[in-house]
């Protein structure tokens, strides 16, 4: 069975601190991960990886994919309160299409002032 | 980025009524739709894929008869809870994609508690 775990499941960080959250997948026919920010209601895009080793960056997050160890981390910089979100990771297979997404539990992120 | 519109926000009914939840692509057209569930303090388990025209693919364990689902265009997929009970209360989401090989892209999701 197909399946997207991610760790920690919580982190309480202090603002200005940095963070690093972790999935692993373990999915048939792999075709790509994807991070996706969820505050109070629909998650937010923010990577799509496809390629092992070649880091996405937008602003104080980044995240990179590694296809031989089948993980991928999601860093955050200088972390404000306004990063405290649940963070899903999410995979997809070849089997379906791009939008036929296998989530991960997420990671639950508290940034205190 | 695409916008999908999802409606409504959040709805309350009692408990033997149906609710209808909608979900529409705005700018594009969505060949593909996906309906999720949300649990509290739990992740998004895919419910079902539509594809336009054709009858939806429901994952395992999801009844299709309590939880229907209308793709009748290419901006507007419906999902009915039929005789809604306490325990199908849950935060439901859209999402849409234009083809097979493109990102999807999220309804706000709404939000039903059954009474």
């Known amino acids: 069975e197909d399946k997207v775990v991610q760790s920690p499941l919580s982190l309480v960080v202090h603002e200005g601190d940095t963070v690093t959250l972790n999935c692993s997948y373990e999915?048939?026919?792999?075709?790509?991960l994807l991070w996706y920010k969820q505050e109070k209601k629909a998650p937010t895009f923010l990577f799509m990886l496809?390629?092992?080793?070649i880091e996405k960056k937008s602003g104080r997050l980044s995240s990179i994919l590694d296809k031989k160890e089948l993980f991928s981390i999601l860093n955050i910089t200088a972390t404000q309160t306004g990063d405290s979100a649940i963070y899903l990771c999410?995979?997809?297979?070849?089997?379906?299409?791009?939008?036929?997404?296998?989530f991960g539990k997420g990671t639950k992120l508290s940034v205190k002032p | 980025g695409a916008v999908v519109s999802q409606h409504p926000s959040r709805v309350i009914c009692k408990s033997g009524t149906s609710v209808k939840i909608e979900c529409r692509s705005l700018?594009?057209?969505?060949?593909?739709m996906f309906w999720y569930r949300q649990f509290p303090k739990q992740s998004l388990m895919l419910m079902a894929t539509?594809?336009?025209?054709?009858?939806?693919?429901?994952e395992q364990g999801v009844e299709k008869d309590k939880f229907l689902i209308n793709h009748a265009s290419l901006t507007l997929s419906t999902l009915t809870v039929t005789s809604a009970h306490p325990e199908d209360s849950s935060f439901y989401i859209c999402?849409?994609?234009?083809?097979?090989?493109?990102?999807?892209?999220f309804g706000q999701g709404t939000r039903l508690t059954v009474v």
């Open positions: 999402s849409a994609s234009q083809g097979y090989d493109t990102e999807a892209f």
């Open positions: 999915v048939t026919n792999f075709r790509s």
């Open positions: 496809t390629s092992s080793g």
């Open positions: 999410a995979a997809t297979n070849y089997g379906g299409s791009q939008g036929n997404l296998i």
């Open positions: 700018d594009f057209q969505a060949t593909t």
């Open positions: 539509s594809n336009e025209g054709s009858k939806a693919t429901y």
